[in-house]
């Protein structure tokens, strides 16, 4: 049997028919209809959960009876977190902000339901780069928090004015807006609060550079979400505690971690965080030189950010799909991938992404022989770090520059002056790693101005250092090379035998080596040639 269905010839007809109705009688089917719905749509009150919202809300207009308004206003605002909800998992953030803003501003909507609301805008608008939408908004939540004396909300509000400064490269006052967040959250103590406030602390520590203590932050946040049962907690922390171990160099953690987080994300369909997972493993690959696979990862994750409406893991992952393509020798791809990334970074006003950005067109301009060109982008990325207060980004600009002067255009002081300067910024970041390996490439300097008196006597006086040999590969490659050229230059064969023997077996045990390692390793096996000769 069809079943009939009655439609007007025109909405103005519609309207005036509706307005005829005395304002009870409209109350009463609005009210049946919801009840209707909540029969018909039993298993699919999501898919109509803003029809269900609407018809609540005319429902109670017209009603005077305490108990049926009370309910239906309850439908209404319950009705409306359902479908916020709903177009939040759909990345539909237009309509979950707009959803969300009516909510908040019902009267009889709880307090609570009203803050957390205002919440969930703040990190929209965050993650959507709308700085100054998120500012009004946080305002909003920080004077409900202490309106109702609430250190758990303020605590969650203050963390939310904590990454807004972060992002706005602001890191002293993120900085203040951090501590005063963990001291609100240290009054509660509530675990489910501490481990959400440690992962985003280590995001924000991350930014500025503390490695150290970014990593402290994210391995708190495990710890609790482990115990919490957060599955949905653990995909983030799991992800940025892989990143921080990635970026030091222990690759072997990091693919443990970050391939617990890939799996957790699939099976909660977790599209936003899963694209960063992608993009973090791409670098795990692209470490290990298995290029091909990271550029297949990229681009699975590019995907999933273009669907979801994800700008900074598109921008993230289509730069580091820049530098893949660079490796692979593709410099057009690689150049128009990193002039893409750099236009997104500029549209979101991240000048610590632009950075890193420009970094990665000078290493293309490097590639194809434009030195000058190279020279000054890597001065640019310099200068952007320090506009947004990246210690780490100038350490990184520093580095590539000192190489970039030292073996392409021979440029031995300036390279020096590069790489003391970055030394001591890592110093001042706690990076003993990278502080080593700095330390070490001035003895390449110091070849080139031929001081090899000084070569000799500065790489011993590091090999003698406590536990150099079970941390600093990269480092210790250095000293054994550039000591054997020295040791040459000094007449000292067998010494200079030794070193460079030393140096080969390294390389040859770690397997994985970059263009200027390989170029190196080509001429330590020539030097020994001659020395054995």
């Known amino acids: 049997m069809q079943e009939r269905a009655y439609l007007f010839r025109h909405a103005l007809m519609q309207e005036v028919a509706y307005q005829l109705q005395p304002p009870s009688q409209r109350s009463e089917l609005h009210g049946r209809i919801v009840r209707l719905m909540e029969t018909l749509f039993a298993g699919q ?3 109509h959960a803003i029809a269900l919202a609407d018809h609540a809300s005319r429902a109670h207009e017209g009603e005077n009876r ?21 177009a939040q998992k759909r990345y539909d953030n237009g309509l979950a902000i707009g959803l969300l803003r009516r909510l908040a501003g019902l009267p009889w909507t709880p307090p609570t339901v009203r803050f957390s609301s205002l919440e969930s805008i703040a990190q929209l608008q965050l993650g959507m780069a709308q700085a100054s939408q998120a500012t009004q908004t946080i305002q909003q939540l920080l004077e409900l928090a202490r309106h109702g004396a609430q250190p758990a909300e ?7 004015l ?6 706005q490269g602001r890191h002293a006052d993120s900085l203040a807006y951090g501590q005063q967040a963990e001291y609100q959250a240290a009054r509660t103590k509530d675990p489910a609060l501490q481990m959400h406030l440690h992962s985003e602390l280590g995001v924000i520590c991350h930014r500025r550079g503390e490695t150290g203590q970014s990593l402290a932050h994210f391995e708190k946040g495990l710890k609790l979400a482990r115990e919490l049962g957060q599955r949905s907690e653990m995909v983030s922390v799991l992800n940025r505690c892989g990143a921080v171990h990635l970026l030091q160099g222990r690759l072997d953690e990091a693919e443990l971690l970050l391939n617990e987080s890939a799996v957790l994300a699939r099976e909660l369909d977790d599209q936003k965080n899963l694209a960063a997972v992608l ?11 298995q290029l091909e696979k990271a550029l297949a990862l990229y ?19 289509t730069d580091n799909r820049g530098v893949v393509l660079n490796l692979l020798g593709r410099t057009n791809e690689a150049q128009q991938a990193h002039n893409e990334a750099r236009q997104i970074a500029r549209e979101l006003g991240d000048k610590r992404r632009e950075a890193a950005s420009v970094l990665n067109m000078a290493l293309v301009q490097r590639k194809t022989g434009k030195l000058e060109a190279a020279d000054q982008m890597l001065s640019e990325s310099l200068a952007l770090c320090r506009e947004a207060g990246d210690v780490r980004g100038q350490v990184n600009a520093l580095t590539n520059r000192g190489l970039l002067r030292i073996r392409q255009k021979e440029a031995p002081f300036e390279a020096l002056h590069d790489f003391i300067y970055a030394e001591a910024l890592a110093s001042g970041l706690g990076s003993h790693t990278e502080v080593f390996l700095l330390k070490a490439r001035q003895l390449e300097c110091l070849v080139s101005l031929k001081l090899y008196g000084d070569v ?3 790489g011993e006086s590091m090999l003698k250092e406590p536990a150099i040999r079970q941390h600093h590969t990269d480092g210790l490659m250095a000293i054994y090379f550039n000591q054997g050229f020295a040791r040459e230059a000094l007449g000292q064969a067998e010494a200079a035998r030794q070193d460079i023997l030393q140096f080969i077996q390294l390389a040859e045990a770690r397997g994985t080596l970059g ?3 390989l170029e190196d390793l080509e001429s330590a096996r020539a030097l020994l040639s001659r020395l054995t000769t």
């Open 45 to 47: 009150l999501e898919e």
């Open 66 to 86: 305490k108990e049926v308004t009370s309910g239906l206003r309850n439908k209404e605002v319950r009705y409306l977190q359902v479908a916020a909800g709903v």
């Open 154 to 160: 303020e605590s969650r509000a203050l963390l939310l």
């Open 162 to 167: 904590a990454k807004l400064a972060s992002l």
């Open 279 to 289: 993009a973090n493993l791409g670098v795990l690959s692209r470490r290990r030189n």
């Open 299 to 317: 681009d699975e994750s590019i995907a999933l950010s273009l669907r979801v409406g994800l700008r900074e893991s598109l921008m993230n992952s």
């Open 456 to 458: 000799v006597a500065y």
């Open 515 to 517: 263009a200027g390692e």
